[in-house]
């Protein structure tokens, strides 16, 4: 007999009320960003797989710090840092939170508890953000190797990750604990949990991003305009809206700087003119910095395993009762 906290928390036909309200914000940014907004590729790729987690609340993100306003002015729409932040945090959702859900969805066939499965998905998290949307998909941003990639996003993806899960591992066992349906991927309570806990952990990880794009250990907010495969540098587009902008700001750089000199600066100035994108001066963090923002990420996700186990349970399996009995807070005006 499964306990009475294994009701659902809210009446089924909101939830399916979210989900239209999230296929429409899925389209909107969808249209939105393939034919107004340069994002960069793989960042409108993200964009869409994280409002797919995240539904309205994706949209909303996406509205106020991403889409472009009017025609030309995407670099200077998203220059602020916590605009950037943003787009870390997007992207680092978009590989970590799609390969946990995928291993969610897979181990939950297996029978598997969700002590085992909560590492199984934080291994798939960490290895789909790491090997695909970090190293694959930027090598050609970051002009690298797919190894020199690897190793330059192995601690910024890690610290990313060790945040993101810490968010969403409580969330999710908390959720499912008390509704065990959440546990299985043809259910659309599995569906409603793993939104939520995307949510959180989009929240929880923010923080460590911020502190990630500052100290240029990880991009940004960019624009395929001046960064994206294919995109054409502004200040080369003479019959671009933003060119007279880019061109002044190339002038401010250049003043006073040799003409031989000049050449390796228009080089750099597609980098350098997007906030959060140069990252050449996240070598100067030292190793002490370093290692004490890796731990306290590690802190953080022991903090979120501590308040699964404290508030779930991490001995449940797919289609069992819980070993556990959650307990039931009093209401007022009744006696337990």
Same mark, same amino acid.
């Given at each position: 007999?499964?306990?009475?906290?294994? +009701?659902?928390? *809210?009446?089924?036909? &909101? /939830?399916?009320?979210?989900?239209?309200?999230?296929?429409?914000? %899925?389209?909107?940014?969808?249209?939105?960003? *393939?034919?107004?907004?340069? +994002?960069? #590729?793989?960042? #409108?790729?993200?964009?869409?797989?994280?409002?797919?987690?995240?539904? =309205?609340?994706?949209?909303?993100?996406?509205?106020?710090?991403?889409?472009?306003?009017? !025609?030309?002015?995407?670099?200077? *729409?998203?220059?602020?840092?916590? #605009?950037?932040?943003?787009?870390?945090?997007?992207?680092?959702?978009?590989?970590?939170?799609?390969?946990?859900? $995928?291993?969610?969805?897979?181990?939950?066939? *297996?029978?598997?508890?969700?002590?085992?499965?909560?590492?199984?998905?934080?291994?798939?998290?960490?290895?789909?953000?790491?090997?695909?949307?970090?190293? /694959?998909?930027? #090598?050609?941003?970051?002009?690298?190797?797919?190894?020199?990639? /690897?190793?330059?996003?192995?601690?910024?993806?890690? $610290?990313?990750?060790?945040?993101?899960?810490?968010?969403?591992?409580?969330?999710? $066992?908390?959720?499912?604990?008390?509704?065990?349906?959440?546990?299985?991927?043809?259910?659309?309570?599995?569906?409603?949990?793993?939104?939520?806990?995307? /949510?959180?952990?989009?929240? $929880?990880?923010?923080?460590?991003?911020?502190?990630?794009?500052?100290?240029?250990?990880?991009?940004?907010?960019?624009? +395929?305009?001046?960064?994206?495969?294919?995109?054409?540098?502004?200040?080369?587009? =003479?019959?671009?809206?933003?060119?007279?902008?880019?061109?002044?700001?190339?002038?401010?750089?250049?003043?006073?700087? !040799?003409? +031989?000199?000049?050449?390796?600066?228009?080089?750099?100035?597609?980098?350098?003119?997007?906030?959060?994108?140069?990252?050449?001066?996240?070598?100067?963090?030292?190793?002490?910095?370093?290692?004490?923002?890796?731990?306290?990420? &590690?802190?953080?996700?022991? %903090?979120?395993?501590?308040?699964?186990?404290?508030?779930?349970?991490?001995?449940?399996?797919?289609?069992? =009762?819980?070993?556990?009995?959650? !307990?039931?807070?009093?209401?007022?005006?009744?006696?337990?």
């Amino acid at each position: 007999m499964m306990h009475p906290m294994s +009701e659902p928390l *809210f009446p089924e036909y &909101l /939830l399916w009320i979210w989900f239209a309200l999230t296929a429409l914000s %899925v389209a909107y940014v969808a249209w939105d960003l *393939f034919t107004s907004t340069p +994002e960069m #590729k793989v960042m #409108k790729y993200g964009w869409v797989l994280v409002t797919l987690y995240t539904g =309205p609340i994706g949209l909303i993100i996406y509205w106020f710090s991403c889409r472009e306003p009017s !025609p030309g002015t995407h670099e200077q *729409f998203i220059a602020p840092l916590w #605009k950037q932040t943003v787009g870390s945090t997007i992207h680092c959702a978009a590989g970590d939170a799609t390969g946990i859900i $995928v291993a969610a969805a897979i181990t939950g066939y *297996f029978g598997l508890s969700m002590g085992v499965d909560i590492w199984l998905e934080y291994a798939a998290g960490f290895a789909f953000g790491l090997f695909i949307f970090q190293a /694959l998909f930027m #090598k050609d941003m970051m002009k690298m190797s797919y190894g020199q990639a /690897l190793r330059h996003s192995f601690l910024p993806e890690w $610290v990313s990750m060790n945040a993101m899960m810490a968010g969403m591992m409580p969330t999710m $066992v908390i959720l499912m604990s008390r509704d065990m349906r959440a546990m299985e991927a043809n259910s659309p309570w599995f569906w409603a949990a793993m939104s939520a806990a995307t /949510l959180v952990g989009v929240v $929880v990880a923010y923080p460590v991003n911020y502190w990630l794009v500052k100290n240029k250990l990880k991009h940004g907010m960019g624009t +395929e305009r001046a960064l994206g495969k294919g995109g054409a540098p502004i200040a080369e587009d =003479p019959g671009h809206p933003a060119h007279s902008t880019a061109m002044a700001g190339m002038a401010g750089m250049h003043h006073g700087v !040799p003409p +031989e000199k000049r050449e390796t600066a228009h080089q750099g100035h597609d980098m350098a003119a997007m906030p959060g994108m140069d990252m050449s001066d996240g070598a100067q963090v030292s190793g002490l910095r370093k290692a004490v923002v890796t731990l306290l990420t &590690l802190a953080m996700l022991a %903090v979120g395993y501590y308040l699964a186990a404290r508030y779930g349970d991490l001995n449940m399996r797919p289609g069992e =009762p819980m070993s556990m009995p959650m !307990p039931m807070p009093a209401m007022p005006g009744h006696s337990m």
